[in-house]
């Protein structure tokens, strides 16, 4: 027997934690399009990963990968330290919520819990009392005996997460189990993975499309674009850090304004030029920062600019600017407005107005001002 | 002119036509009865055939004197006797009935891995390949394909003279209870595997991916998850495959070469041979209750399967 070949970084840091898995430049090919390109990162033991990105970004790809149902083309993966290209699915420790649940209808939501068990060998005498257990743990308390279509939607969620989870795996893997639930049952669903998660201390990947459900549940979330991953970070840093303009455009609402490069600092500080306006801001991303003369563009989210009906409520701002409202969105906890800007060639900015009640209504067509800070804006080349 | 052409097709004016006219034929207020009206043409064959029957069971009560070849006037149940008692007719009934089991357990068997490859592989190469493989022996027919098989098997047949090749006295493979029981089978796998592929299309490919990471190997996989959710198509093929093994007339005839008779040789033999015509009708009414008790048994054991047309008790 040979001995498993070991990741080297297993024990690595990361705050000196054991990491789980090592995925290691890992790319997929399908018929010659790189679904997944060169793809790297650790996950330490214990920790909540997000894999963000929109459809045919490749998270879903790279979620089968670490599931052992597709091969990466190259590179390879590690679960525990040990290389695990060549093990097939059922002799993985992983546990995993589909998209579309996958409960075997025929089964009883306990039978459903139970069948990893069964299907491990685990002593019978102690599969009732293990899988009671789970079902607490999920508050699916007594429901053992119903059949699937017998639960609701959140049931079965319930059900998946005990399923998946029953048998102590070393990893839990949750394919978009939430997409197709409505809002509310969403955003509970999302603290209930996350109060199950932190319960048990398991190392979990999530995929998902959702940013909010990104931003809310995850220690750390991976942004996949094209099969490449655009930045790992805690989601603070994800939102308030972004590493280049697909990041930043991703999550949040962000506004672009394209201009030359007319000069940058040693301190981070750039000032691009847009027609005869002249923008600060901070570097965005320091491993491929603006070069002087070069084209780049400036970000700045919808919720750190302010509105005002006059400039001189704008004066200690750093930069303002006048435009007219050409729509209003009314979202319930704020309103949207989005403004044409003469100085930027009519562009449209959004803006958020977090508090309608307590301030004035702008109404379309009205002149406006709007202002923010130089350091909330970030250039991108 | 072109625009406004592809907006509004000329297929939409033809079917504004047709409705014009099914609309004058047909006023709204019939609409109530548009749904009997579809149904009535299966109604008539129906009842036509339940006239049938009660015909054959009129005559089934009539004796044939052999004398004057003439039919009693008074009802009798003498056929019955007769077809109760009478050794040739139970070793045919008996025959029929294990040859309708023994067909329906390996059609089911070899129909499964067809329809589950046809269902599940990736290729839409295979899957084509697969389904006019399928489909081929229904443009030849029942009565070809039984004689081609004698061509084959016969005594001077490709089978023996392969066979003699490699130094192997020639065998009589036909003529005999295993040619019938092979020749019932090869008929009958495509309708196993066309009743089976719908039944597997159901199943998601996302629960044998579930039970694979749960810790299922795929022969597990298979007996946990794959075969109970396919049953519904297990007992729509096998109700399909009994019955028309049951009530098989060419396949014995050709194969069996007169003597493996199954029930529907022997019907045929007392109409059209001794002109029994009270004798056959009463092997077709107890052949036609010996299928109606299996086919209910198969249903209350297992539920209606496919036929029950999702409305099944699970």
């Known amino acids: 027997m040979q001995e498993p070949f070991r990741a080297g970084a297993s024990r690595e840091a990361e705050g000196g934690r054991e990491i789980a898995v090592t995925v290691r430049n890992v790319g997929m090919d399908f018929d010659g399009i790189h679904a997944v390109k060169n793809a790297s990162f650790d996950l330490p033991k214990g920790r909540f990963l997000t894999i963000l990105g929109p459809s045919g970004s490749g998270k879903t790809t790279l979620l089968r990968m670490i599931a052992g149902f597709q091969t990466p083309s190259s590179g390879e993966i590690f679960i525990n330290g040990e290389a695990v290209s060549a093990v097939p699915p059922h002799k993985r420790s992983i546990g995993m919520v589909f998209q579309r649940l996958a409960l075997f209808p025929h089964m009883t939501a306990a039978e459903n819990v139970a069948f990893p068990l069964k299907m491990r060998r685990r002593d019978a005498r102690t599969i009732p009392e293990r899988v009671e257990r789970y079902l607490a743990l999920v508050r699916l308390g007594g429901y053992g005996g119903r059949r699937i279509h017998e639960l609701s939607g959140g049931q079965q969620q319930r059900v998946a997460i005990a399923r998946a989870l029953v048998f102590e795996p070393d990893l839990l893997l949750l394919d978009e189990p939430l997409a197709a639930l409505d809002r509310k049952l969403r955003e509970e669903m999302q603290l209930e993975f996350r109060r199950i998660q932190r319960e048990l201390g398991v190392t979990t990947i999530n995929v998902t499309h959702d940013q909010r459900e990104a931003l809310v549940v995850s220690d750390d979330i991976v942004v996949m674009d094209q099969g490449e991953i655009q930045q790992k970070a805690r989601p603070i840093h994800t939102y308030r850090q972004p590493r280049n303009a697909f990041v930043a455009n991703f999550i949040g609402v962000t506004n672009f304004i394209a201009g030359t490069v007319r000069s940058v600092s040693e301190g981070g500080d750039v000032s691009i030029l847009r027609g005869a306006l002249t923008l600060a801001g901070k570097i965005g991303d320091p491993v491929n920062p603006p070069a002087e003369g070069g084209k780049a563009s400036g970000a700045i989210r919808a919720e750190q600019i302010r509105l005002a009906g006059d400039a001189a409520q704008l004066s200690k701002l750093d930069c303002v600017l006048a435009g007219t409202v050409i729509d209003t969105i009314f979202e319930g906890e704020r309103m949207v407005y989005e403004v044409a800007c003469a100085a930027i060639g009519d562009e449209v900015i959004r803006v958020f107005d977090h508090d309608p009640a307590a301030h004035k209504q702008f109404d379309i067509g009205e002149s406006v001002f709007l202002g923010w800070n130089a350091r909330d804006m970030l250039v991108f080349r | ?314």
């Open chain 2, 1 to 314: 002119m072109r625009a406004a052409r592809t907006a509004y097709p000329l297929k939409w004016r033809i079917m504004d036509a047709l409705e014009g006219i099914a609309a004058a034929i047909w006023p709204a207020r019939f609409r109530r009865a548009t749904p009997y009206l579809m149904l009535l043409p299966a109604v008539l064959l129906v009842g036509l055939l339940v006239l049938g029957l009660i015909q054959i069971a009129d005559a089934s009560l009539r004796t044939l004197d052999t004398t004057t070849f003439q039919f009693s006037d008074d009802y009798s149940i003498a056929n019955f006797r007769r077809a109760l008692t009478e050794p040739l007719f139970l070793v045919v009934a008996q025959r029929s009935l294990v040859a309708a089991l023994i067909v329906t357990a390996v059609t089911l068997v070899f129909a499964f891995p067809y329809a589950y490859l046809m269902v599940r592989t990736r290729s839409p190469r295979l899957r084509k390949f697969l389904l006019i493989a399928l489909f081929l022996p229904f443009f030849i027919g029942q009565v070809v394909r039984a004689y081609g098989w004698l061509i084959i098997l016969g005594n001077q047949g490709m089978v023996n003279e392969a066979l003699g090749l490699i130094g192997v006295a020639p065998m009589r493979l036909i003529y005999n209870y295993p040619a019938v029981l092979f020749g019932l089978v090869q008929y009958m796998l495509p309708f196993a595997v066309l009743m089976l592929a719908p039944a597997l299309t159901a199943i998601p490919e996302e629960l044998e991916a579930a039970a694979g990471s749960l810790g299922a190997n795929w022969v597990r996989t298979f007996i946990h998850v794959v075969l109970p959710l396919a049953r519904p198509g297990f007992i729509g093929a096998g109700v399909v495959v009994l019955t028309l093994s049951l009530t098989d007339f060419a396949v014995p005839a050709i194969l069996g070469g007169g003597s493996q008779d199954f029930i529907a040789n022997a019907i045929y033999d007392q109409f059209f041979r001794t002109s029994d015509q009270g004798l056959g009708a009463t092997l077709a009414l107890m052949l036609v209750a010996l299928g109606s008790i299996l086919v209910g048994l198969v249903f209350a054991l297992f539920g209606a399967g496919t036929l029950a047309m999702g409305r099944s008790r699970a």
